[in-house]
């Protein structure tokens, strides 16, 4: 059975300053990999998505992630944060397409002034 | 795109009555919906899986009984909450997908008391 680990339960930026979110899941092949924004009290917002082909994705928002096989991760990257980008970030993986995704526990994002 | 509408965003219910959570495809054909349930500052756990015009099918642990699955249209799709509880307090959100997209509904905060 998959499994995604988010190992990051909260981090705390500087506005302006640079993140990564991390990721490693374990599954017998290449899954489909997916990073989703929840803000407080809402549903979840695709930031992106990885199926095949160049490893790093863009996503919306200046959001950026690299899919590395060896490490078994899927770390999400942004240049600089902005205020709007606190909320709870989840990591997911699924077998096929969209079918059953797997959640990550999730990792709280804090930006202070 | 595809939206889904989830209904209600918030309901609070006494303890042994039903709660009725709606989730509509507002222009998408939705052939399956999977129902999610989200404890605070836990990640998103899948309680079932349901395809239009046949039974849901329940990940182990799920009651079948307690949490009524209906999808008898392909917009249309129905969590009710049976007898609820204080430990029935969650967040439920719904999700539908494409080949290529996977959306939320808002997402339905449960208090029970």
């Known amino acids: 059975a998959q499994s995604v680990t988010q190992p990051d339960i909260h981090i705390t930026v500087s506005e302006g300053a640079s993140l990564e979110l991390r990721c490693n899941y374990s599954?017998?092949?290449?899954?489909?990999l997916f990073w989703y924004v929840q803000s407080p009290g809402q549903g979840l917002q695709l930031l992106l998505k990885?199926?095949?082909?160049?490893?790093l994705v863009q996503g919306i928002k200046g959001f950026e992630a690299e899919f590395k096989r060896s490490q078994s991760s899927f770390n999400l990257r942004k240049p600089s944060v902005h205020w709007s980008d606190a909320a709870e970030y989840f990591c997911?993986?699924?077998?096929?397409?969209?079918?059953?995704?797997?959640f990550g526990t999730g990792t709280r994002l804090t930006i202070i002034p | 795109g595809a939206v889904v509408s989830q209904h209600p965003s918030w309901v609070i219910c006494k303890s042994g009555t039903s709660v009725k959570i709606e989730c509509r495809s507002l222009?998408?054909?939705?052939?399956?919906m999977f129902w999610y349930r989200q404890f605070p500052k836990q990640s998103l756990m899948l309680m079932a899986t349901?395809?239009?015009?046949?039974?849901?099918?329940?990940e182990q642990g799920v009651e079948k009984d307690k949490f009524l699955i209906n999808h008898a249209s392909l917009t249309l799709s129905t969590l009710t909450v049976t007898s609820a509880h204080p430990e029935d307090s969650s967040f439920y959100i719904c999700?539908?997908?494409?080949?290529?997209?996977?959306?939320f509904g808002q997402g339905t905060r449960l208090t029970v008391v």
């Open positions: 599954y017998g092949a290449t899954p489909y």
């Open positions: 997911a993986v699924a077998p096929f397409g969209n079918e059953k995704l797997t």
């Open positions: 990885y199926f095949s082909g160049d490893t």
């Open positions: 999700r539908q997908s494409s080949n290529t997209e996977a959306f």
């Open positions: 349901s395809n239009e015009g046949s039974k849901a099918t329940y």
């Open positions: 222009d998408f054909q939705a052939t399956t």
